[in-house]
């Protein structure tokens, strides 16, 4: 999945432009004078530096950001020591800010609807009622489906580090409503482009899942992966059938690796006798690092890589939102578990041995 959360966590502008564009002006009220605002606009591969700008001795500052008609853009005006202040404009809107300190934690913004409904959402995403938090963020996006502020709650992570919706089939309908919505009213935009690209994830997935329900010949019942080992013969995960199989995503550069392949090590020692087998795929771009790392750590089960990193056709079919992620798979070929934490797999593993 391309992780559109990280397009929330800032913004961009280009300061001093003619032509079409967005104003901004405001002010620090506590403790505002000389300080840096970082000015960043957040596309789906992330945020982009243009420019910089400084508030005078009373914390104004007053911003100019250029930008084509039509379609709004997500900005963050971030604070040098401080917090940020999230944006959603569209051109030629006249935007005001009044921040009461760095901190940003406190904030008013008029003269943008598209900002004012992100504001709205963060509101929501601080609910520290799960259930609470999830109604009032649907009905969000029943009011705001059109607008791109409803990137928002799909998203972004609540104050409690989860996500208000899921990749489970209840969910799914939301991020289509939304992506519908936006694919009409905003077809160029790359916020809406990005999205629809997962809901046809979801779809992928869905299929694969209607596959077996049907009960075709010689389909098992999870997505098939057929991928190239460190040797550069292809391993099929069908071909583990009848096995405990535990599917893990990660990525040489991932930092807890070691750690988390050291445990796993010891669990596959004490119970691949038993049939117990690691399909390990590596979200690697670069072959030589990620044989170099196989080699290094002596992994003793089946390692994959087809090195396009997060497009690969596996993340997709998978729904892999965030690394590291695994799936344990029964003798039956059903996926039983998602997501288990280091300190549970052994207990889950030896459970369907």
């Given amino acids: 999945m391309k992780h559109i959360a990280t397009l929330l966590g800032a913004a961009v502008l280009l300061a001093g432009c003619s032509g079409s564009g967005v104003t901004i002006r405001g002010d620090i009220a506590q ?15 992330g945020a982009r530096f243009v420019d910089s700008v400084k508030t005078d001795r009373k914390g104004n500052f007053n911003i100019f950001i250029e930008q084509k008609p039509g379609v709004p853009e997500f900005y963050t005006l971030r604070i040098a020591g401080g917090g940020g202040v999230p944006l959603l404009a569209d051109a030629a809107e006249k ?45 969000f996006l029943s009011r705001h489906a059109g607008s ?29 409503m939304v992506s519908d919505s936006l694919g009409s009213r905003y077809p160029g935009s790359p916020y809406a482009q990005a999205l629809a690209a997962d809901v046809q ?92 790392s196989v080699s290094e750590q002596r992994l003793p089960w089946i390692s994959v890589c087809d090195l396009r990193g997060a497009e690969s056709p596996a993340v997709k079919l998978y729904n892999v939102q965030k690394i590291p992620a695994n799936f344990l798979i029964d003798r039956e070929g059903n996926i039983v578990r998602h997501n288990l934490a280091p300190s549970d797999i052994e207990a889950a593993v030896a459970e369907l041995l």
């Fill in 31 to 45: 403790g505002g004078g000389g300080k840096t605002i970082v000015v960043e606009r957040v596309l789906p591969a």
């Fill in 201 to 292: 994830s979801f779809a992928n997935v869905a299929a694969a899942g209607r596959l077996v329900a049907e009960n075709m010949d010689n389909v098992v019942t999870f997505p098939e992966l057929d991928m190239p080992d460190v040797l550069g013969k292809r391993q099929k995960l069908s071909g583990l059938k009848g096995k405990v199989v535990l599917l893990s995503f990660t990525a040489t550069d991932l930092p807890e690796l070691k750690i988390l392949n050291r445990e796993l090590v010891e669990v596959y020692d004490r119970h691949a006798a038993q049939g117990f087998e690691v399909y390990q795929v590596s979200l690697d771009m670069n072959k030589a690092r990620w044989i170099g």
């Fill in 95 to 139: 935007i005001v800010v009044r921040v009461v300190d760095s901190t940003a934690r406190d904030y008013t913004v008029t003269g943008s609807e598209g900002s004012a409904l992100v504001q709205e959402a963060n509101g929501i995403l601080e609910q520290t009622d799960p259930i609470a938090r999830k109604q009032a963020a649907a009905a």
């Fill in 148 to 176: 791109l502020a409803a990137i928002v709650p799909l998203y972004q992570t609540a104050a409690d580090g989860s996500f208000v919706f899921a990749d489970d089939a209840a969910d799914v309908v939301y991020f289509g």
